[in-house]
């Protein structure tokens, strides 16, 4: 399992970029940029040195910490994962790709695609302060046009960049997503009901195509929450100095909102439950609302069974719950 905190290395970087760089001019950036995302715009706002690095600082350590948990869970259910080979698709400033090095010591080699000029160039900037990551091939070009000339590898991550994509191509992404794909391909996105719904159109697609999911969801079947409720997950990270300074917050930390599937070519021996959310704790009990193979549920846990009682107390929203016939046990 690994840390939501950036990497030493990855700080470490950071912080040698941010020399000389006035934190007041990256703040205005990153403001700008977010509220560029915000109205829907994508990357394209990001067009110099400067608005890279001041995106990466605003927003890499939230990426990273979501993209982590999410490699968390996969290795839960997936505990003999060895990829040797990353498709880091949309990739930015390669958090995902920091991330995967992280979790996978069994990566070797590392690929990256992405059409913004200035976030690849700080993505390799950055790699050359990691081990892992200076030899990662980063060819530049549209995603699309990139992704139907590139190699297959055996783990394919496509974090936060669907939405960028203009939506009556989402399909032709998910396919060729999945085309590239070995064995395995993790989608995020971010936790909104927006998508939440790009994360089951490309879920619903790849199935058909044979695609076997091994994480959030117990099941291939179609999934059982209905509007308006969503499937996302939260991951809570520590925020750097300058994180807070170009945020313009206080606390120390910030929780991340994020939607996730992760897809395999085979069927996994294993499909544990999944907490939807954050259990309710009373007097009387602790309801834990569950996604199990035969649809949502939610367990009911009384006090008065001290040992299911104390263990579940330490459940938490997005764990595994591998024993379902004990509901929250």
């Known amino acids: ?150 190699e297959q590898a055996d783990f394919v991550v496509a974090s936060y960049m669907i939405g960028e994509i203009a939506q009556p191509r989402q399909a032709e992404l998910a396919e060729l997503l999945w085309s590239r794909t070995r064995d395995t391909l993790l989608v995020v996105e971010p936790g909104t009901p927006a998508g939440y719904a790009r994360i089951i159109a490309l879920r619903e697609r790849l199935i058909k195509l044979g695609a076997h999911v091994a994480a959030p969801c117990p099941h291939d079947g179609t999934c059982p929450l209905q509007a308006p409720d969503w499937c996302h997950f939260t991951q809570r990270l520590p925020r750097l100095r300058a994180h807070k300074q170009l945020k313009r917050a206080d606390l120390p930390f910030e929780d991340e909102k994020f939607s996730y599937v992760a897809l395999m070519r085979s069927v996994p021996l294993q499909r544990p439950g999944r907490v939807l959310a954050q259990p309710i704790v009373s007097k009387a009990e602790i309801c834990v609302k569950l996604c199990t193979s035969s649809g949502i549920s939610n367990a009911l846990v009384p006090r008065r069974d001290k040992t299911s009682y104390q263990r579940a107390k330490k459940i938490s929203w997005g764990d595994t719950i591998f024993d379902e016939s004990n509901g929250a046990e």
């Open 1 to 150: 399992m690994i840390s939501p905190d950036l990497p030493a290395e990855l700080k470490a970087a950071l912080d040698a970029r941010l020399q000389g760089v006035s934190l007041n001019e990256a703040t205005e950036r990153a403001a700008l940029i977010s509220r560029t995302y915000r109205g829907g715009g994508s990357s394209t706002a990001i067009r110099t040195a400067a608005d890279a690095l001041a995106y990466a600082l605003a927003r890499m350590p939230a990426t990273y910490a979501a993209v982590s948990a999410c490699l968390n869970a996969l290795a839960e259910v997936r505990p003999d994962f060895a990829p040797s080979s990353l498709l880091d698709a949309g990739a930015g400033p390669g958090t995902a790709s920091w991330a995967a090095a992280e979790a996978l010591p069994s990566l070797k080699e590392f690929t990256s695609i992405d059409a913004n000029g200035a976030l690849r160039t700080l993505a390799l900037d950055l790699g050359r302060d990691s081990h892992r990551l200076q030899t990662m091939d980063y060819p530049r070009g549209e995603v699309l046009t990139a992704l139907s000339t590139a």
